[in-house]
């Protein structure tokens, strides 16, 4: 059964700090991989698919790594903002096809101006 | 483009009665799956359908179930339900190919007393 975790669990920094959120998955066997935000009382808010045959994606400030092998994922966000204060979702999909991720608890990020 | 909407944003319903939610997926989009999110359990996948027709399932009691219509428009019904069932169920589209991104409503949010 695959199952995501994610280090840390909440992280607060100051304003301009670059930062490394971590998501580990226990099956490598995965189709693709997402990063998600999701701000409270909120639905969530796709950052950045990864596809397994893939290392990497960037979007603006946003970096994320694939390490299939390892079942590692990180996401890099780069001079960090208040408005990226948010909780950060990792998830994986399974290699049979199909929309039924499996996610991660979260890293509940603040960035103090 | 529209995003997903779902309705109602907020139910309030006692133990035993029914609930139905309803989900508009983005237009074109063919795939709609659902989630219901705990802050015990996090994020877990409820179903998806595709084309009308259930395409994958979580593990969830049979109380919980789901239908999508012709106009991809999706509905999931909880019958008999129980004080663990409030939650925040949120509803996801995407085309229906497997590299795309999930994008996801803001959710409805089920209390059950």
């Known amino acids: 059964k695959q199952e995501v975790t994610q280090i840390p669990a909440a992280l607060s920094v100051p304003e301009g700090e670059n930062l490394v959120l971590n998501c580990s998955f226990t099956?490598?066997?995965?189709?693709?991989l997402q990063w998600f935000r999701q701000d409270p009382g909120k639905g969530l808010t796709s950052l950045l698919l990864?596809?397994?045959?893939?290392r990497e994606q960037t979007s603006g400030r946003l970096n994320a790594s694939l390490d299939k092998s390892s079942g590692r994922s990180t996401l890099y966000i780069a001079a960090s903002q208040p408005g990226d204060s948010a909780t950060y979702l990792c998830?994986?999909?399974?290699?049979?096809?199909?929309?039924?991720?499996?996610f991660g608890p979260g890293t509940r990020l603040s960035v103090l101006p | 483009k529209a995003g997903v909407t779902q309705t109602p944003r907020y139910l309030i319903k006692t133990r035993g009665q029914q609930v139905t939610l309803s989900c508009s997926p983005i237009?074109?989009?063919?795939?709609v799956s659902w989630y219901q999110q705990t802050p015990g359990q996090g994020l877990q996948f409820l179903f998806e359908?595709?084309?009308?027709?259930?395409?994958n399932k979580g593990n969830f009691p049979g109380r919980f179930s789901g239908r999508q219509f012709s106009n991809s428009r999706s509905e999931m019904n909880v019958s008999t339900l129980e004080l663990g069932d409030s939650a925040l169920y949120l509803c996801?589209?995407?085309?229906?190919?497997?590299?795309?991104?999930?994008?996801f409503g803001n959710g409805t949010r089920l209390t059950v007393t």
């Open positions: 998830a994986v999909s399974p290699p049979s096809y199909g929309q039924n991720f499996v």
């Open positions: 237009s074109g989009h063919r795939s």
């Open positions: 359908y595709f084309s009308e027709t259930q395409r």
């Open positions: 099956d490598s066997a995965i189709y693709n």
């Open positions: 990864i596809q397994s045959s893939q």
């Open positions: 996801a589209s995407t085309p229906g190919d497997y590299n795309s991104p999930l994008h």
